[in-house]
């Protein structure tokens, strides 16, 4: 594979300038390309930041398709995994002609398992009228699907509750024993990965595969020549949940409910093992509301001495050992019961690490939810592990994003995955930002911390939301300032308001294409990974710099640790990570070569601390003033 031949596949002569409408040839994607191919063929690991418009995905694909090597491309998110499965890789494969094969590879959540599914129906109990509705639903598309994968059921949602009744877990998996081992949609789709030269997966599967490595066990995913990792921007976080440990209340549910379900089904002698499991359930409930009423992350200390959380934790603690005694014997009736004492004992175990001291060089914190909970140790540092990771492995190794430096610069990003490469290269964005964009800073607005700082930005941004007629995200750096936001723009201006929250992101977004003129308020789920284009979205207005809450219980114990191997946590870590955030953000507004709209920065700290010009400086060069008429009249530009 020549390093011309993908530079001139994606120029003006290219199948692609035939197959694709509107494609244009960008310099930035051909050389994109190039050096992609480059590190392919000399086995070098790569960095690339590829700005909004570069054509990323084409630029890694060809080459990917062309090195006739096996390749994994990873994303963060599962909607760019399918976009990817879906739309961008039939098209490439077409233009292309090679006879590569692909597959996608999901987490086993992913994909229906018909054992529970039977004991779902079989159990008949479930909360509302709505969820055995949906198990009818799925029992008839169950005897239509061939992959399985639950987003083809696009009439529920995939945060509905009834998934994790039907999917199965690493817990709960029967594996080989399951009577539908052989048409298991798990194991077809891991026998098509094995099979295929591209396989499309996502960070989390990436990272689970990293850990059954590591603990000796088989792994997940097929031996490849090259990994690719799309929206690398997230992966350090990714890597941090997965080189830790946690254990849910959901789980913890889910075994004693699973126990109940095998017991029924395969044996109904004891009334009393029934009651043993539901105990657990109602303990489990109990521990739930022991951590108190409201939905929060904190460090594990500031509840650990509480006594009646103490005395709830130790019957959670007992009641899973009296579940475990009782599945020794049932565990050589029934495999079922068989894999519920393997959960037992590892859950047990897991539970008691986890409410007890955790090594100094881990953070031991929690987090509740509306009806359950999440008990964490987290690792300070996971960059010795993941350079370790890359070293076992031995494969070419490519990150790329939108976002990975800081004023120009890659060390944050290599810094925190413990990445040695220099090799690493920055494409601007072909759009034209001087012309397209508008960055306005407006004045006079208070601190950011004061109590009316959320009121004076909703009055800044009114005469901007009038002027562009709608169109407008209006991204929050918390979810108490977008209520606030909401109720005071309410009745306020003429046009749809939206509000995150009140109807599934996707819905959302989709009526915010459909109005064409609405105003979208929304907080971290909509900083990224959200493409619209045109008129729809004409202003993107960002309340605060996007500093991480020092409360949380994971950045309050990084920055201490910072602080006491003398590192300055603020420069290191905070600054570059909000950095990276706000170029995120900023990113939705100008998504195509014809966009044209504003960004409109509210945070005052911008011009007033000397960090604000780290921020400025990391945004595309776009015209820039603290004027109100200026932006008006360029938004009456744009809609004349």
């Known amino acids: 594979m020549q390093q011309s031949d993908v530079s001139h596949l994606l120029g003006e002569d290219g199948p692609f300038s035939k197959l694709v409408p509107g494609f244009a040839a960008r310099q ?23 700005g909004t418009g570069t054509g990323k995905t084409f630029a890694y694909l060809v080459p990917a398709l062309m090195s006739k090597s096996k390749v994994l491309i990873s994303t963060g998110t599962k909607n760019l995994q399918d976009q990817l499965f879906h739309k961008d890789l039939p098209i490439v494969r077409k233009a292309l002609a090679v006879p590569a094969t692909v597959a996608l590879l999901k987490g086993r959540a992913n994909y229906l398992c018909l054992h529970r599914l039977d004991l779902a129906e079989q159990e008949g109990r479930f909360r509302t009228p709505e969820m055995a509705n949906s198990v009818i639903n799925i029992r008839e598309w169950a005897a239509q699907t061939s992959s399985g994968d639950i ?20 817990d709960n998996c029967l594996g080989s024993d399951c009577h539908y081992f052989e048409n298991c949609h798990v194991i077809d789709a891991r026998r098509q990965a094995q099979e295929a030269d591209v396989v499309v997966i996502n960070h989390h599967l990436l990272f689970a595969d990293m850990m ?20 690398a921007h997230q992966l350090a976080d990714v890597a941090s949940s997965f080189f830790g440990e946690s254990i849910s209340g959901n789980q913890l549910l889910e075994l004693a409910r699973d126990s109940e379900a095998e017991y029924v089904t395969e044996i109904n002698e004891d009334p009393n093992f029934i009651r043993i499991a539901s105990v657990l359930q109602k303990l489990t409930q109990d521990l739930r509301l022991s951590f108190g009423v409201e939905q929060r992350r904190a460090d594990w200390q500031s509840i650990a001495h ?19 005694k009782q599945l020794v014997p049932l565990a050589e009736r029934s495999k079922g019961l068989e894999s519920c004492y393997e959960r037992c004992v590892e859950l047990h175990s897991r539970f008691t690490k986890l409410t007890t001291d955790v090594p100094d ?15 964490h140790i987290t690792p300070f540092d996971i960059s010795e592990i993941f350079h370790s990771q890359m070293q076992t492995m031995k494969v070419v190794w490519m990150f790329t994003s939108a976002t990975l430096t800081v004023a120009n610069n890659f060390e944050h990003f290599k810094q925190r995955l413990g990445i040695e490469t220099d090799n690493t290269a920055v494409w601007d964005s072909p759009f034209n930002y001087s012309k397209q964009a ?28 009038e002027a562009c007629q709608g169109g407008v995200f209006f991204l929050f750096t918390s979810h108490k300032a977008l209520q606030q936001a909401a109720d005071l723009l309410d009745g306020e201006i003429d046009v749809p308001l939206m509000v995150q929250g009140d109807k599934p992101r996707d819905i959302l977004l989709s009526e915010f294409r459909h109005h064409g003129n609405a105003v979208l308020l929304g907080t971290s789920s909509f900083w990224e990974g959200v493409d619209v284009r045109g008129q729809a979205l004409t202003c993107v207005i960002i309340d605060k710099l996007p500093f991480a809450s020092p409360g949380d219980p994971v950045l309050k114990a990084r920055i201490d640790n910072m602080r006491k191997n003398g590192g300055n946590p603020f420069i290191d870590f905070q600054l570059p990570t909000a950095v990276i955030t706000l170029k995120q953000g900023a990113g939705r507004l100008i998504r195509d070569v014809n966009d044209r709209g504003v960004l409109m920065l509210c945070d005052p700290r911008l011009i007033t601390k000397s960090y604000g010009k780290t921020f400025i400086d990391s945004l595309p060069a776009m015209m820039k003033t603290r004027n109100q008429e200026k932006v008006i009249g360029f938004l009456k530009v744009k809609s004349s």
């Not at 995913?221 to 929206?231: F, G, H, M, T, Y």
């Not at 509480?306 to 475990?324: G, Y």
Request: cysteine-free.
């Open 28 to 50: 930035q994607q051909q050389e994109m390309a190039e050096r992609v191919a480059d590190a392919i063929e000399k086995g070098s690991h790569l960095i690339a930041e590829a």
């Open 151 to 170: 987003a083809e059921m696009t009439s529920i949602s995939e945060d509905d509750m009834i998934w994790s009744s039907v999917t199965s877990t690493s």
């Open 212 to 231: 059954l490595r590591e603990e000796g066990f088989a792994e997940l995913l097929p031996q490849a020549d090259a990994i690719i990792i799309d929206e």
């Open 306 to 324: 509480d006594k009646e959380f103490k005395k709830s934790v130790l019957a959670v603690a007992e009641q899973l050992n009296e579940l475990e």
């Open 361 to 375: 060089d881990h953070i031991h914190w929690f987090e509740t939810h509306k009806r359950s909970f999440v008990l």
């Open 438 to 465: 508008v960055m306005y800073v407006p004045e006079s607005l208070p601190d950011p911390t004061t109590p009316e700082y959320t009121e004076a930005v909703v009055k800044k941004a009114l005469p901007i939301i």
